[in-house]
């Protein structure tokens, strides 16, 4: 049913390669607003990285720098700040979004200047959040995704929703494993989102494919102070 509600750590448990996973919502008891990113990895490339936390801003960066094979698409910030707006993404336009904000620009101006990623033949989808942090009280979701198997062009999609005690939603890079690995398909899931940071995080990180898990970062932004309560966590230490 459309309006269902799912339990992540199901869908999760069910899917041994979602890729990449974006989550927003807004806590059970009406206290946060939520966020989630975690990103997998199949090969030796995709599975050398680390995040790390630096104020607002998160970033992906080489477990160990020796063995980076193409640095291009493995390092990023998936989440950075401007002012009232939180930006989560699975790659660089989350810089893309943050310079077209900063210059009174939208978030959907900014990613018309985007498209898919260039990894043919699995033309891997860019996702985005942008979750609002004033009396708005919504958030925005976006992939941008092959037309076709060929890579010939980028469709855009859009979704705006409020946020609603309990609900969130969660967009993913792929449907599930293959080679070439299908595409994302449909509107984002409607998820329940518990009470808190570690809540989350333990439902996540404990159905994720435990192979190809790579990093998890969580934050919870408490309404009434806009404090923080963050968790991540890194399948891999850094060595250099």
Not at 28 to 47: E, L, P
Not at 98 to 107: A, I, P, S
Request: with cysteine; net charge negative; proline share 5%.
């Amino acid at each position: 049913m459309a309006y269902d509600i799912h339990n992540l750590g199901t869908l999760l448990k069910n899917n041994s390669y979602p890729g990449r996973g974006i989550v927003v919502g807004k806590s059970a008891d009406g206290n946060s607003i939520a966020i989630a990113y975690f990103i997998m990895g199949r090969s030796q490339n995709s599975r050398n990285r680390v995040f790390t936390e630096d104020g607002d801003t998160v970033t992906i960066y080489p477990a160990d720098s020796s063995k980076v094979e193409d640095p291009s698409l493995i390092i990023y910030s998936p989440i950075r700040k401007l002012g009232d707006n939180l930006i989560v993404t699975n790659g660089d336009q989350t810089d893309t979004i943050y310079d077209f904000l900063k210059e009174g620009n939208t978030f959907e101006e900014a990613l018309e200047t985007r498209e898919f990623e260039p990894d043919g033949p699995n033309w891997t989808p860019r996702i985005s959040a942008l979750v609002l942090l004033d009396d708005s009280d919504s958030y925005k979701m976006s992939i941008l995704k092959s037309e076709d198997a060929d890579g010939t062009d980028c469709a855009r999609y859009t979704f705006s929703y409020k946020l609603e005690n309990g609900l969130g939603h969660f967009i993913h890079t792929y449907q599930n494993d293959g080679n070439p690995i299908p595409t994302f398909e449909g509107e984002p899931e409607r998820i329940s989102i518990p009470n808190t940071a570690k809540e989350l995080a333990d439902l996540i990180w404990e159905n994720l494919n435990t192979d190809n898990k790579i990093s998890l970062y969580v934050r919870y932004i408490r309404l009434t102070d806009m404090s923080c309560q963050n968790v991540l966590i890194n399948k891999y230490d850094k060595v250099n």
